[in-house]
């Protein structure tokens, strides 16, 4: 820095002898020359303000996406894809879920039947046991009868034979 550059003393000029006369350097002069500083600072802040805003809308314009025609058709095409497997497999899980109900009910059914079919051979099977008791009861009623009939014929033969026989004996005779 050159002395001349320095504020508040007095600037010689070169080649004369006469120093000019001084001018002071007034507080006043101080203050006009601060405030003009400061006003040229507050108008650079400003500026800089604007820029950066400016900067940081482009900034957070470009992180925003932007989709050209295309991009946009594609990417409706996969939520429309996603959208249909979804439902798909909303309808596969109730037509699955209405399944489980029908075979539940079915089953429910078919083990009603069952029991009353178990129930019912269980009733056949004393019946055909009752039967067979009754069968073996009739049979024996029959031989026991046979066999008092077999003594009877066994009787009676005899005694036809000694009539046969005396009658045999009385023609004989005569």
């Known amino acids: 820095m050159n002395s001349d550059d320095i504020v508040g003393k007095p600037r010689q000029r070169a080649g004369l002898g006469k120093q ?3 001018v002071q350097y007034t507080d006043k002069d101080f203050q006009l020359e601060v405030l003009g ?6 108008a650079l802040a400003g500026s800089l303000q604007d820029s950066l805003q400016a900067a940081s809308r482009m900034a957070r314009d470009e992180r925003l996406l932007r989709f050209d025609g ?6 409706g095409a996969i939520a429309l894809s996603l959208t249909g497997y979804v ?18 009910t079915r089953v429910t059914r078919l083990e009603q039947i069952a029991e009353a079919n178990t129930e019912g051979r269980i ?5 055909l046991g009752e039967l067979r ?10 031989k026991a009868r046979d066999k008092e ?7 009676d033969s005899r005694r036809e034979k000694a009539q046969s026989a005396r009658e045999d004996q009385r023609q004989g005779r005569q």
């Open 149 to 155: 009939s077999t003594g009877i014929r066994g009787e």
């Open 70 to 75: 295309r991009t946009l058709v594609a990417i």
């Open 87 to 104: 439902l798909q497999d909303a309808r596969n899980k109730t037509r699955q879920d209405t399944e489980i109900e029908t075979t539940k």
């Open 133 to 142: 008791d009754g069968q073996i009861e009739i049979k024996n009623m029959i």
């Open 123 to 127: 009733r056949t099977e004393v019946q």
């Open 37 to 42: 500083k400061l006003a040229e600072t507050q």
């Open 20 to 22: 000019p006369p001084s």
